[in-house]
């Protein structure tokens, strides 16, 4: 069974930092591209960041960009989220997802909540 | 970017009632477009995936088409587990962008 768990969320100040973990398992983790997905509170889903299987390509979105890295550790079987100088408008629900070949989601996480205030 | 324009963004049905969920996407993403279920409180379900898929262990009354640039999510015999919020995706480029979301409602 596919299973994808977060972890690492909480409360941070604005402009510190944080990082997320995502422990997979179930499948063969390192043959899979990885991404998180986060949905601000009563918002809508936004798509953050995604990585190749074997960690060497990655994207991220715009309100991203330039302040979060993605990474994996395929021997831990694990994704990575490092998030810094954060902001108010980051706080949201942090889901880790599995991308099908084809790029889709076909798993998720069950989420992990990170709150960015003074 | 690619844009993607989902309606409506909220509907209410009846039991049994068939009802459809569209987006439209601001350029040609081929069949690369997938449909997500959440219930509240979860985190989301792959339905649908490129474009007419049905997801592994997904009822038949869930359904996907397309037309163009516009895809469609058509739920036949509404029943009272299908209420949630469903979102598009497409996954043709980066960044990957979903649909505002229809939340659904059962009369």
């Known amino acids: 069974e596919v299973q994808l768990v977060e972890s690492g969320g909480g409360l941070v100040q604005p402009g510190r930092s944080l990082k997320l973990s995502c422990a997979a398992s179930?499948?063969?983790?390192?043959?899979?591209?990885m991404a998180w997905v986060r949905q601000a509170p009563t918002k809508g889903l936004e798509w953050v960041a995604s990585?190749?299987?074997?960690?060497?390509?990655?994207h991220y979105g715009d309100s991203v960009k330039g302040r979060f890295t993605i990474s994996r550790d395929n021997a831990k079987s694990t994704l990575y989220l490092q998030m810094d100088s954060l902001r108010s408008e980051d706080t949201a629900t942090y889901y880790c997802a599995r991308h099908h070949n084809n790029y889709y989601f076909d798993y998720w996480g069950q989420g992990v909540m990170v709150t960015v205030s003074s | 970017d690619i844009q993607m324009t989902q309606s409506p963004a909220s509907l209410s049905a009846s039991l049994e009632e068939i009802v459809t969920i569209t987006c439209q996407a601001s350029?040609?993403?081929?069949?690369?477009l997938s449909w997500y279920q959440q219930k509240p409180g979860k985190s989301p379900q792959l339905l649908i995936h490129s474009a007419t898929s049905l997801a592994d262990g997904v009822p038949s009354r869930f359904s996907g088409s397309r037309s163009g640039t516009q895809y469609s999510l058509k739920i036949n015999r509404l029943q009272v587990e299908d209420t949630g919020i469903y979102y598009c995706l497409q996954h043709y480029s980066a960044p990957l962008t979903f649909g505002s979301g229809t939340k659904l409602e059962i009369k």
């Open positions: 179930g499948f063969t983790f390192s043959d899979y591209n």
């Open positions: 990585i190749s299987y074997g960690g060497s390509n990655t």
């Open positions: 350029q040609d993403i081929g069949n690369y």
